[in-house]
T-cell receptor
Framework: DAGITQSPRHKVTETGTPVTLRCHQTENHRYMYWYRQDPGHGLRLIHYSYGVKDTDKGEVSDGYSVSRSKTEDFLLTLESATSSQTSVYFC???????????FGPGTRLTVL | GNSVTQMEGPVTLSEEAFLTINCTYTATGYPSLFWYVQYPGEGLQLLLKATKADDKGSNKGFEATYRKETTSFHLEKGSVQVSDSAVYFCALSEITGKLIFGQGTTLQVKP
């Protein structure tokens, strides 16, 4: 258990509303990641962070922003949610050993 | 760019059957390779890993060997159980630490 929690675990929202998902870790890992999981696509990287206030884009970053003001928290924001952002979102940390990543339990987001 | 390709599922087996899930990769350099497992309604768990050519990762009866010559990392288990029913993901790590995942293979084991 890498001490990763995500909140909320489930959310239903409407198109055009802002949504923020939170990832919290308790073990002071430097690298954190946000992925989305969709059928037929596996997991795709949205954004990642390599330290406080240090973030970068992944392969599917359009429509998403992130922030990391503390080591333990990594926030993912959908400024104006669209139906195409309906997905399951996973947060992960890099353990620092051979690039092993450990995942949170996920957030299921539905945009109506 | 780097990529991972897994065999398409679903894979349906009877209990105690032999399992192979194929995984091939394209990468520059020598990435670490991983298998993750996702049980229904849960997040991904690291199942096993290999960090260099000819390494064999193993865990819970599952094995995979890092084959540089065939750029493969096939997952095997000699005798599957109903409790192995899950989605299995092959992944490689880029030099930056980012993971590239295959599309996942669903395994269903019937009693």
């Amino acid at each position: 258990d890498a001490g990763i929690t995500q909140s909320p675990r489930h959310k239903v929202t409407e198109t055009g509303t802002p949504v923020t998902l939170r990832c919290h870790q308790t073990e002071n890992h430097r690298y954190m990641y946000w992925y989305r999981q969709d059928p037929g696509h596996g997991l795709r990287l949205i954004h990642y962070s390599y330290g406080v206030k240090d973030t970068d884009k992944g392969e599917v970053s359009d429509g998403y922003s992130v922030s990391r003001s503390k080591t333990e928290d990594f926030l993912l924001t959908l400024e104006s949610a669209t139906s195409s952002q309906t997905s399951v979102y996973f947060c992960a940390i890099n353990s620092g050993r051979n690039n092993e990543q450990f995942f949170g339990p996920g957030t299921r987001l539905t945009v109506l | 760019g780097n990529s991972v390709t897994q065999m398409e599922g679903p894979v349906t087996l009877s209990e105690e059957a032999f399992l192979t899930i194929n995984c091939t990769y394209t990468a520059t350099g020598y990435p670490s390779l991983f298998w993750y497992v996702q049980y229904p309604g849960e997040g991904l768990q690291l199942l096993l890993k290999a960090t260099k050519a000819d390494d064999k990762g193993s865990n819970k009866g599952f094995e995979a060997t890092y084959r540089k010559e065939t750029t493969s990392f096939h997952l095997e288990k000699g005798s599957v159980q109903v409790s192995d029913s899950a989605v299995y993901f092959c992944a490689l790590s880029e030099i930056t630490g980012k993971l590239i995942f295959g599309q996942g293979t669903t395994l269903q084991v019937k009693p």
